[in-house]
Structure formats: C-alpha cells, structure tokens
C-alpha cells in the first residue's frame, strides 16, 4: 500500500502511483481529470524492489541501472511474510519490467536488487 508523504504526495499523479483504477479518465468528469489528461503518459511509475541482501533501502535511498541513477526509494521495510527486504521507488517506465536488475545506494555501498510487479505478496487461489 503506498504511504501518503513517502509514496505518494501533492506532486504525484495516481496514474504515477499506480492507482490508475481509481480514475477513470473517459468516465465523467472529476475534479483533476483535465490536468491528468493534459499530463499524458507518466514519465514516472511506482515500482516494487526486492533486495538481494538483508539491508533495508530507506526513503531518498538512490536507485541505480547500469550505474546510472534512475530513481530513489519512497519507503522500505523487512518483509516477514517473504522474508526480505522490499521497498518501492518511482523508476522510469522502461524499467518496470519483472525481474529488471538494480542497485540501491544504501550508507554509501549499493545492494543488488530487483523489479517485482506489486502488490509484494498475492494470495494463492484455492
């Protein structure tokens, strides 16, 4: 679940955050709807990261693809149902993709870490 103040805030569309299903932009119209459409494709998305390493990635952590820094980190915590570190960064859309290899830059040393679709956990169906 994204964390008002760290995922999202003023400067963030839903569309950025991922919560596109939440506006319907050929529905009718809603306070915000001109400019998110005037706004066109997000050069940014809400991406999940797990880490290789038991390090936890904090907000404002760097994110970084083939040593060019592409992102930060909005929050991070330790998984218990997983059993990793995991944490969500806003990355370009190229970037998205499963399995996508990063390093974040945690106190100075970057961990490796991966792109995961969110949500980090999904119930199995019975």
Known sequence: MPLY???????TT??????G?????????????AAL???????RRLAGLLMESKRIARQGFEVY???????????GTWSPVLERSIAMAYLPPTLREAGTPVEVDIRGRREAAAVVKLPFYRRKKT
Do not use: M, R
């Open 21 to 33: 299903f939440a506006v319907e932009l050929d529905k009718p119209a809603f306070v915000g709807q």
């Open 37 to 43: 459409k005037a706004a066109g494709a997000p050069g």
């Open 5 to 11: 103040g760290n995922d999202l805030d003023d400067a």
């Open 14 to 19: 839903p569309l950025e955050a991922g919560l």
């Open 65 to 75: 693809h083939e040593g060019k820094k592409v992102g930060a980190v909005t929050s």
